[in-house]
Structure formats: C-alpha cells, structure tokens
C-alpha cells in the first residue's frame, strides 16, 4: 500500500500537463485495459489450466517513457480468483536483450509493483505501454525499479494480479495471479528464458502483499514452481492494523480503494451494508481511481465518514473480510529477505516483525534489515540495493543469512 504523498501529486500534475502536451490522439494510442481487446479471455479459457497461455503480444516497454534494454512480451494467461474461480490475467515478461553471461541459465525476477488501485489503468501491464501517460500510478513509478533487474541481466515478470476487476487487496486472488504468472511466463519460453530459470519473488509495500500472499499459496497451488528467494519490504501484513494507523492520515485514499477491492472480491461478504449514502456515492465516484486520485481525494480522511458505525473496524463484517485478506506465513523451504523503516509512518514495523517471527518460527532462514528512520516512501529506494544484493546472493548460490532471533 505504498504511496506518494507530496510528490505523487506532483507526478499526477506532470501526467496532467503530458497528456494535454501531446494531445489526446497519442494518449488514446494505448488503450487501458478495460477497452484493450488483447485483456478479454477466448470463450474457452475457463477448462484451460492455472498459468496456461491464451494470447501473447510484442510490445515496446519504458520505463517512465523510455524504452528498457529488453524483449518485451505481453501475456493473457489463465488463472483464478479468490473464490477459485476461472478468471484471466495479463503478464508483462521482459529479457535482456544483451545475452546471458552464466553460469547456468538467466535468472527470473517475479517483481510485484504497488498497483494499488482500482482501475485497469493502474496495472504494470498499461504502465510499461503507456510510460508517463500512466504516471499517477504505482505502477509506472517502479518501472526503474525494473530496469535496475534488467541491468543485472536478469528477465522480469510482473504481473496484473489484481485481476480484470482492480480487486486491491484481495489477498488470495493477487497470489494465484503472480504465481500462474510466472508458470506463464516460463511457458511462454521466449528466447533467452529457460524453462529451467532459477526464480525469485520480490515487492514491496502493496507489491509485498501480493508477494507475501504467493509465497504462502506457492506449496498448495504451484508446487512445481522451486523459489531461489523471496525478498520483501514494507509489508501491511495485518490488514486491520494497517488500516488504522492510515486513517485519519495522508494515506486514508489507500483504506477507502482496500475497501472497494474487497468488496468486488466478496460481494457476498456485504462490506457495502457498512457504508451510508456519502460512502456509497465515494465507491461509485472512485471505482477506477489509481493511487495519487485515491489519496488527493480522500487526504486525511477516516472511515467513520463513510459508513453508519463510528467505529467502522470494530464491525465483524469488516474485521472478519481483513483478517481472511491478510497472508498467512507459512513455511516456504525459501530463503526470506524482510526489510522495513523503522519510522515507517504507513505500516508499522511491528506488522511485519510480527510476521517474519512466524516464518523463524516455522524453520525458514530470514535475513531482517531494519533501516533506522527513514518512511515508508523513501524505503522503497533505500531498501531495493540490499533486497537486489539477496537475490544476486540467492541466485549464485551463496549462503543465505539467518538472522532470526
């Protein structure tokens, strides 16, 4: 659930100024996924199996509009949802052009962005088409996160995984969709990937959730896929507790767009039962909002306003949908990386210390990095060279470091 606070509104501004710049005949030129034909299934998807490949593409991707060393290669795979349902999905999987020096095959980075919102415009898939035009989202702004893999030599995969519904923080739907992405991504074999590549998982923030909820149905789901690593940051893994420390603050928009995702994900759950006349006029206004739209819109709010109760959280209805959304640690047989700010105004550290201590628990081996000071947004810069030195580490071979208490 990261966000960008100050400067996001000045991202938002820059992507304002960009489209009215280049006029809207180049900004219609990529289509959002809600009116891109490439996104919708062919009629027989549904028996396909979890991760098998329905259409593919070429395209040019950027990072922030300019254009990444790498074979690009778009992705509709079939995967399912959080009831288990049939649904599919669209991967973006990117390889170096500069061939692989070894040893052994090239690499591949699952990289989980903060997509945070709930709109198809937010998702990696549009923003790597799109580049600055698609700049108030998380999305865009972590594409130079991908590069820095790509520079590595490194093939990248990131996924949609909110699925075609923008479902934010729908925990077991965006892990099925990260994992099936990847069983896409090595069977779609594109030159210079091998089936055999060694992968890793890595996000942080939002795009931890979504990491964190892949590693825990990775056993169940995707046996088959063997993990060289798994690196995280920033992890709001109790939902609950998450929330309540953003309400009231400059990231309320991010507890408003959960509550949207969630209730596309469990209607029957009846979320919407919470909310009063102005919160059901939110959800309709802001039903395909990115991130920066999220938090100008809704800066410093609380949840109250929106609903019937004055203590909204204390609802079963909503405790019990977080609680159900919230991953579950479990052992993975993987080398675990886990950092986070210690001022981290957004997630507090204690939630994640909380959940790596059941990985310890469990036998796994986490190296635990705690930058002293810093936020919530800067660590997603200060954190990625040491969560890049664990994957170089894990990819060769080395030694993991366990420093579980």
């Known amino acids: 659930m990261r966000t960008l606070g100050r400067s996001g509104a000045i991202a938002g501004a820059i992507s304002t100024l960009l489209v009215a710049a280049v006029g809207p005949g180049v900004a219609g030129a990529v289509a959002a996924p809600d009116d891109d034909p490439f996104y919708r299934p062919p009629a027989n998807y549904a028996v396909q199996t979890d991760g098998a490949v329905l259409r593919t593409r070429v395209i040019t991707a950027t990072a922030l509009s300019v254009p990444l060393p790498a074979h690009a290669t778009q992705v509709l795979f079939k995967s399912i949802d959080a ?80 699925g075609p519904e923008s479902q934010f923080l729908a925990g077991p739907q965006e892990g099925y969709a990260v994992l099936d992405g990847i069983r896409a991504a090595l069977a779609l074999h594109p030159s210079g990937l091998s089936q055999d590549a060694p992968v890793a998982l890595w996000g942080y923030s939002g795009g931890a959730f979504a990491t964190a909820w892949a590693a825990a149905l990775r056993t169940s789901h995707a046996p088959e896929l063997a993990l060289a690593g798994i690196a995280f940051g920033g992890l709001p893994a109790d939902l609950e507790t998450s929330m309540r420390t ?9 507890v408003f767009g959960g509550l949207i995702g969630l209730d596309r994900a469990y209607p029957e759950a009846g979320l919407r039962s919470l909310l009063n006349a102005r919160g059901l006029t939110e959800v309709q206004r802001s039903g395909s909002a990115c991130t920066v739209a999220l938090l100008a819109t809704y800066l410093f709010g609380s949840l109250a306003t929106y609903t019937y109760s004055a203590h909204p959280y204390d609802t079963k209805v909503l405790h019990d949908v977080l609680a159900a959304n919230s991953p579950r640690p479990a052992q993975t047989g993987t080398p675990v990386y886990s950092y986070h700010a210690t001022a981290d105004e957004l997630v507090p550290m204690a939630v994640e210390d909380a959940f790596v201590a059941k990985y310890c628990a469990a036998g796994d081996r986490v190296q635990i990095v705690r930058t002293q000071g810093g936020s919530h947004n800067t660590e997603l810069l200060s954190g990625a060279p040491g969560a890049i030195a664990f994957l170089a580490n894990r990819f060769a071979g080395n030694e993991p470091v366990d420093n579980c208490p």
């Open 246 to 254: 953003i309400d009231g603050g400059y990231g309320f928009g991010l």
């Open 83 to 162: 009831h288990r349902q049939p649904t599919a999905e669209v991967a973006t999987v990117l390889v170096p052009i500069a061939p692989w020096p070894g040893p052994g095959a090239r690499p591949l980075v699952s990289y989980q962005t903060a997509e945070d919102g709930v709109g198809s415009q937010c998702a990696p898939s549009y923003a790597l088409r799109a580049g600055l035009l698609a700049a108030t989202s998380n999305a865009a702004l972590e594409t130079p996160v991908i590069a820095l893999l790509l520079a590595r030599g490194w093939a990248v995969v990131t996924t949609d995984y909110e």
